[in-house]
């Protein structure tokens, strides 16, 4: 009797027919119908070849005795594993590691790679090919296996298959990490490009060339690439065979700002704290206070302005230069540029100041405040203004006008136009005026006017020389004491006083007429001088003095020879004398139309000189008008 059953193993793939039997031989036929039939019954859906199952029973049942065994009958189909991952290098060194030493550069220079370069490439796993079991169901095959590349610096994947370099450098792989050292350097503010150039075998010198100029293009370096400078770092790598450091491939350029034209002052408007005077000495009033010019005189050389030049960066980038406007001082009022351009000159005579950013030239000058040691002494070729007062021992001239607010106090005022002191004239003042002259009063000082002089009150012990008129007609108006000459006449309120010597002239320049006696008492003296010279020398001498000079022992000459050279400066001096008392002459005034008219008093004891007259009052006279009467030859007055 045969008993048969069948197993299915191993999830479905394989099925064991097991066969208890007490027969021998067994009926293999049979046998193999009872395990098709339990197969059916089983389940198994592949079809089983039934001649495949008697050759397994043949083979399981061999021996002459009856046995219980069991015989492999039939198999599904077993799963196929995928191939597993490769990787296909594109560089010479698959593993890079890196010792603590080592230089990257020069172990793995082999390794060049170049932007856009494929570093390497991987062939994914398969996914094997899924069994089926004899039941009909899948058996899932084990995919390949994967190779893990981790992608680093410079690196780009695609798809997890394709790895290429994103710059220039050398490509480093070890324990799976892949990733490029990059063998470019651009500095912080990109004005720069440093390269370490390989020897790259792989191509030839131009081509490695146009490779690295490319590089730098695509890694950002797009302006001041120096091609020279890479072709001689890569003839040097080959020859060297060995990397070339830090070559400086490309260089940017700083922009170069422009500057509008600016203009460098040539006259020196600096103050000086003192001045040194007569040898050691220092005078701390003067200090070149102002700066005179006259028309045509070089203010400024013009510094020519310069056109701004844009900069670069190595990436491309635009660098704007600035355009700076001109920091200096700049022509103003009264000054042109010369023909050719380079000078500002003068175009008036008058004093250079600075206003509102420009150099101009002025026929004014201003003094803000007090004339004193802050400002010294002030000289200046035009007018002068003054808001405060001029404190002693200081000294203001003026070319043209000179214009004073507060007092004059023991100075020196000097103008070629018209003085106005709107306060006092005091203290030992002098003041020349070369027109005319406004005061307040004048105490004590000395006057000198080429016009008329005018006071709102009065002038007490002064010395004063007027060519033109005097008036001082105020209600204080007066002219007490010293010496006032005043050569076309003089209105005042009151003259002279019974305490103080006043001494009063029109009609003529009492310096003329002193200048004149000065000038007779030299010539006299001259003259004098002259004829003791001759007489020393000897009337036949000065016949001939040359023949007289060749006449004489050497010794002898000497003497005659000084004596001949001073009368000759003598006689000099002399022609001098005998042309300025001709000038002199012509500018004695006659006086007869001068006079002097007071609308109060003219005290007793003043002395009054009117033209060719004099006379010193005895009695105090009121509201008269004292005049020169030629046919009298004197002093004569009426009652206005």
Same mark, same amino acid.
């Given at each position: 009797m045969v008993e048969v059953r069948v197993e299915l193993r191993n999830g479905g793939l394989e099925a064991f027919a097991v066969i208890d039997s007490a027969e021998s031989p067994i009926d293999v036929v049979a046998v193999a119908g009872l395990v098709l039939e339990r197969l059916r019954q089983g389940g198994v859906t592949t079809p089983v070849d039934e001649a495949s199952v008697r050759r397994a029973l043949e083979a399981g049942f061999r021996g002459p005795a009856p046995c219980t065994c069991e015989v492999l009958i039939a198999k599904g189909r077993s799963p196929e594993t995928g191939i597993g991952a490769q990787i296909l290098p594109f560089f010479s060194v698959r593993d890079t590691p890196l010792g603590k030493d080592t230089d990257p550069f020069s172990a793995f220079a082999q390794n060049t790679t170049y932007p856009g370069d494929v570093i390497l490439r991987k062939t994914p796993p398969s996914e094997g090919i899924p069994g089926r079991s004899l039941l009909g169901d899948p058996i899932p095959a084990r995919p390949g296996a994967d190779i893990r590349i981790v992608s680093g610096e410079h690196v780009e994947e695609e798809d997890g298959v394709l790895f290429r370099s994103s710059s220039y450098g050398v490509v480093l792989f070890?324990?799976?990490?892949?990733?490029?050292?990059?063998a470019l350097r651009i500095s912080d503010d990109r004005l720069q490009a440093w390269m370490t150039v390989f020897p790259d075998a792989r191509i030839d010198e131009d081509v490695q060339v146009q490779k690295l100029l490319s590089a730098l293009e695509i890694l950002g370096v797009r302006e001041g690439a120096d091609r020279q400078a890479i072709a001689g770092a890569v003839r040097e790598a080959r020859v060297s065979r060995s990397p070339v450091v830090d070559v400086l491939v490309a260089q940017g350029r700083m922009p170069v700002d422009g500057r509008e034209a600016d203009y460098?002052?040539?006259?020196?408007?600096?103050?000086?704290?003192?001045?040194?005077?007569?040898?050691?000495?220092?005078?701390?009033?003067?200090m070149d206070t102002v700066r005179n010019v006259s028309k045509g005189e070089a203010l400024a050389h013009r510094v020519p302005g310069t056109e701004p030049v844009p900069g670069f960066r190595v990436d491309g980038t635009t660098l704007k230069p600035s355009h700076q406007r001109a920091q200096g001082l700049k022509p103003g009022d009264n000054t042109v540029v010369s023909e050719d351009g380079q000078q500002v000159l003068a175009d008036a005579d008058g004093m250079v100041v600075i206003r509102e950013g420009k150099f101009h030239v002025v026929d004014q000058y201003l003094v803000?405040?007090?004339?004193?040691?802050?400002?010294?002494?002030? /000289?200046?070729? @035009? #007018?002068?203004?003054? !808001?405060?007062? &001029?404190?002693? =021992?200081?000294?203001?001239?003026?070319?043209?006008?000179?214009?004073?607010?507060?007092?004059?106090?023991?100075?020196?005022?000097?103008?070629?136009?018209?003085?106005r002191i709107r306060g006092a004239l005091a203290a030992g003042s002098r003041v020349t005026a070369g027109k005319s002259l406004v005061a307040r009063y004048i105490l004590n000082s000395r006057v000198e006017v080429g016009g008329d002089?005018?006071?709102?009150?009065?002038?007490?012990?002064?010395?004063?020389?007027?060519?033109?008129?005097?008036?001082?007609m105020g209600a204080q108006g007066a002219i007490l004491g010293g010496e006032v000459n005043a050569a076309l006449?003089?209105?005042? /309120?009151?003259? @002279? #006083?019974?305490?103080? !010597?006043?001494? &009063?002239?029109? =009609?003529?320049?009492?310096?003329?007429?002193?200048?004149?006696?000065?000038?007779?008492k030299e010539a006299t003296a001259l003259a004098a001088?002259?004829?003791?010279?001759?007489q020393t020398l000897g009337r036949d001498f000065l016949k001939d003095p040359r023949v007289a000079l060749l006449a004489l022992p050497p010794a002898l000459r000497?003497?005659?020879?000084?004596?001949?050279?001073?009368?000759?400066?003598?006689?000099?001096?002399?022609?001098?004398?005998?042309?300025?008392?001709?000038?002199?002459?012509k500018l004695v005034?006659?006086?007869?139309?001068?006079?002097?008219?007071?609308?109060?008093?003219i005290h007793s004891g003043t002395f009054v000189i009117i033209g060719q007259a004099q006379i010193t009052l005895t009695e105090t006279i009121r509201h008269a008008v004292l005049c020169y009467s030629p046919e009298e030859h004197r002093v004569v007055w009426r009652r206005m």
């Open positions: 070890h324990e799976g990490h892949l990733r490029v050292l990059e460098r002052l040539v006259v020196d408007l600096e103050k000086k704290a003192f001045k040194v005077v007569e040898g050691d000495r220092i005078d701390f009033r003067e803000p405040g007090d004339v004193d040691f802050a400002t010294g002494n002030i /000289r200046a070729s @035009g #007018a002068v203004r003054i !808001r405060g007062q &001029v404190n002693s =021992g200081f000294l203001v001239e003026a070319g043209k006008d000179a214009d004073i607010q507060g007092d004059v106090w023991g100075a020196e005022v000097t103008a070629g136009g018209q003085v002089l005018e006071v709102a009150l009065s002038i007490t012990g002064s010395e004063v020389y007027v060519k033109g008129k005097i008036r001082a006449g003089i209105e005042a /309120r009151t003259i @002279g #006083a019974p305490s103080a !010597r006043t001494r &009063v002239a029109v =009609g003529v320049d009492l310096r003329v007429h002193r200048e004149v006696e000065a000038l007779q001088e002259i004829g003791a010279l001759q000497k003497g005659k020879i000084e004596v001949l050279r001073k009368m000759q400066e003598i006689h000099k001096r002399e022609a001098e004398v005998a042309a300025r008392r001709e000038v002199l002459a005034v006659e006086g007869r139309d001068a006079h002097i008219a007071v609308a109060g008093e």
